[in-house]
C-alpha cells in the first residue's frame, strides 16, 4: 500500500509540472521528476517444513539448515563452482602431524548484532554441540576432535577437546586421526558458531527473531511458526556489497501441490520440491524455467529391527526385493532420479579415483518369486503367519508430501500384490515424523540423508550401533568393527575396502530399504538469476538477484 501512494504522489507531482509548463511562455529550466523508490529485492519460496531449531547445533535436517545456510558461516563455505573454500577463516595451515589445524579468522567477520566474531566463538560452539546435556543429534559429528567423542559419552573432561581460540583470531584444532574431508566438515551447520555471550546469557536465543544473532549474509527478522519465515540482508557481513538480494521469504508449505499453485500464480519466484507429474510436464515441454540439480543424497525406507517380525533380516529383503524401483522414478518422481544400487549414491571416489559405486557394484535386487519365498521363509522364523501379519495393523509412516504418498501408496500395492502384504499408510508433519523415528515409535517409514561431505562414510556411518541418525536400531559388531577400522586410519585402500565391505553386509541384513538417488529439480523465474546449487545442499540465494 505505501509503495501506491507513493507511485500516486509522484504522478500528481508529475502532471502538475506538466500542465504549468504548457500554460506561460516563458523560458522554463529542465527539471528532473521526482522517481519512485526501487522495490525491495525479497526472492520468495517454499520450505515445505517447520524447523524444529534453527540453533545450528540442534538442527537435523534441510528444512532448519536451507535457512541456516544463509543466516550462518563457518570457517570454510562453498563456492559457486562447488569448490570449498575459505569463509570466516581468512587462511589455514595443517601441520606435519596431518591432524593439528590453525585456522585464521578474517578481521572483518561480524555478529549480525555489530559485534567481532572470534576464535571464542568457535571453540565455544564445537564444545557446545559435543556437550552430553545438550544431547544434539549431530554430536557425533563433532567425534572428529581429540577426546570429542570422550567428552560426550562423560570420559573425558571438555578442556581436553580437541579445539582451543589461541588468542580472538587464531584456532587450533587437533583431530583423532587424519580426516582427509575435515575442511569440508567445517562447512558444514552443526560447525557453525554461535555467539558465545548472547548463548550463555540467553538458552533461548534461537527461539525469537528479536534476540537471533548470526554472522551470514542473511539475518533472522520474523518467524511465524507453521507459516512463514523471513530472512534481511545483513549489512554486517563482511561481503554484503555482493549479496544483491534484500531478503528472502521462505513459506512454510507441506503441499507441494498447493506450493507449485502458488509459483504458477506468481507468489513465488522459485520452488523445490516440485510434485512428480509437474517435473514431466516440465521436462516434455522442454521449460526454461526447470533445472535439474545433482544431489548426493538417498531415499529410503526405515525397518524398525527392534519390532517383530522386522527384526528379521528375511522379512525386511522380502519386502525389499517386491519394490519396483524403475517404476517409481519413471512413473512417480520424473526428475531424472535413478534406481537406488545400495545406500552410497553416485558421485563419489574411491582409491583410485574412479567412481566408488561402480566399484561396489548393484547390491539391490528385485525379484518377485525370490521376495515371496525369503519373505515367507523370515515370517516362519518370526513364528508368524501371513494373516497373523496382516492382523498387526503395520504401517509405514511418511511425512506430508504429495510425492512421499504416492510412492508410499505404490509401495503399498507391490507389497499386496506380490506378497499378499497389507501395509496401512500414516501421513504426520516432518517433524513429528522426525521425533516418532528417534523415539523408535513406528513399524516402517520413509526417510532420505543428503550426504553432510563428498565422502561414502556420510552414508556409512549412519548405521553404526550408537549413530544418532540409526533409526533402523541396526546393531551389527562386524559393522560397527568395519566403519570404526575405516574411520581410524589414513590408508585410503583400506578404508574404501571397509567401506565397501559394510555396504554389502548393510545390504544383506537390510536395516533399510533404498528406493532411489536423488535428483534435485527445482523452478525458477525468468527475472531471477545468481542461483547455484552444491552437490549435497539445498540451492544457495547468497548472490541471487531478481531483475524484473
Same mark, same amino acid.
Given at each position: ?44 519460496? !517454499? ?147 554461535? !555467539? ?339 552437490? !549435497? ?12
Amino acid at each position: 500500500m505505501k509503495k501506491k501512494v507513493l507511485l500516486l504522489a509522484s504522478i500528481v507531482m508529475t502532471a502538475a509540472f506538466v500542465a504549468t509548463a504548457c500554460g506561460t511562455s516563458a523560458p522554463t529550466t529542465p527539471t528532473t521528476a521526482p522517481t519512485t523508490p526501487a522495490a525491495k529485492k525479497i526472492l520468495r519460496t !517454499n520450505n515445505s517444513s517447520e524447523p524444529g531449531s534453527l540453533d545450528p547445533a540442534l538442527a537435523q535436517g534441510t528444512h532448519e539448515s536451507w535457512v541456516l545456510d544463509h543466516t550462518f558461516e563457518g570457517l570454510m563455505k562453498r563456492s559457486k563452482e562447488g569448490l570449498i573454500v575459505e569463509g570466516v577463516a581468512e587462511k589455514y595451515t595443517l601441520a606435519d602431524d596431518q591432524v593439528t589445524y590453525t585456522f585464521t579468522l578474517r578481521d572483518d567477520a561480524k555478529w549480525s548484532n555489530g559485534e567481532k566474531v572470534t576464535a571464542q566463538d568457535f571453540e565455544f560452539a564445537w564444545k557446545r554441540v559435543l556437550d552430553p546435556a545438550l544431547a544434539a543429534d549431530y554430536s557425533y559429528q563433532m567425534f572428529y576432535l581429540k577426546n570429542g567423542a570422550k567428552y560426550n559419552s562423560g570420559e573425558a573432561k571438555v578442556e581436553d577437546v580437541g579445539v582451543k581460540a589461541i588468542d580472538e583470531k587464531t584456532l587450533e584444532v587437533v583431530l583423532e586421526v587424519p580426516t582427509a574431508y575435515f575442511l569440508e566438515l567445517t562447512a558444514f551447520y552443526t560447525y557453525y558458531p554461535v !555467539n558465545k555471550k548472547l548463548v550463555e546469557s540467553n538458552a533461548d536465543w534461537a527461539k525469537d527473531p528479536k534476540t537471533y544473532v548470526s554472522n551470514g549474509p542473511f539475518k533472522l527478522t520474523d518467524w511465524v511458526h507453521n507459516a512463514s519465515i523471513k530472512l534481511e540482508k545483513t549489512d554486517t557481513y563482511y561481503d554484503a556489497a555482493n549479496v544483491k538480494l534484500d531478503g528472502i521469504e521462505f513459506a512454510i508449505l507441506e503441499d507441494a501441490t498447493t506450493a507449485w499453485q502458488k509459483y504458477e500464480g506468481g507468489e513465488f519466484d522459485f520452488l523445490t520440491p516440485i510434485p512428480g507429474p509437474v517435473v514431466g510436464q516440465l521436462k516434455a515441454s522442454n521449460s526454461s524455467e526447470l533445472v535439474i540439480g545433482t544431489d548426493l543424497a538417498t531415499y529410503y525406507y526405515n525397518f524398525n529391527s527392534k519390532r517383530a517380525p522386522f527384526d528379521n533380516a528375511k522379512v525386511r529383503r522380502g519386502l525389499s526385493m517386491a519394490i519396483d524401483r524403475k517404476t517409481i522414478v519413471e512413473k512417480i518422481t520424473m526428475g531424472g532420479q535413478t534406481p537406488a544400487e545400495g545406500v552410497v549414491p553416485f558421485g563419489m571416489f574411491d582409491e583410485n579415483n574412479t567412481e566408488y559405486r561402480t566399484a561396489v557394484g548393484n547390491l539391490i535386487k528385485y525379484d518377485l518369486t525370490e521376495a515371496k519365498k525369503v519373505f515367507e521363509e523370515g515370517l516362519a522364523e518370526a513364528g508368524m503367519t501371513l494373516a497373523q501379519f496382516n492382523a498387526k495393523g503395520f504401517k509405514l509412516l511418511y511425512n506430508t508430501s504429495e510425492t512421499h504418498k504416492k510412492i508410499a501408496e505404490a509401495v503399498q500395492n507391490m507389497w499386496k500384490t506380490s506378497l499378499g502384504v497389507e501395509i496401512g499408510l500414516e501421513n504426520v508433519e516432518f517433524q513429528v515424523k522426525l521425533d516418532r523415528e528417534k523415539a523408535g515409535d513406528y513399524d516402517i517409514s520413509r526417510a532420505g540423508w543428503i550426504g553432510d561431505y563428498a565422502d561414502p562414510m556420510t552414508f556409512i556411518d549412519l548405521w553404526e550401533t550408537t549413530s544418532s541418525y540409526n533409526d533402523a536400531k541396526f546393531s551389527n559388531a562386524e559393522y560397527d568393527k568395519l566403519v570404526a577400522e575405516s574411520k581410524a586410519t589414513v590408508d585410503q585402500k583400506v578404508r574404501m575396502e571397509n567401506m565397501r565391505k559394510a555396504e554389502k553386509l548393510l545390504m544383506e541384513q537390510m536395516p533399510i530399504a533404498p528406493v532411489y538417488f536423488y535428483t534435485q529439480p527445482y523452478v525458477q523465474k525468468s527475472y531471477v538469476s545468481g542461483i547455484y546449487k552444491p552437490i !549435497n545442499r539445498y540451492p544457495y540465494f547468497i548472490y541471487a538477484d531478481i531483475n524484473k
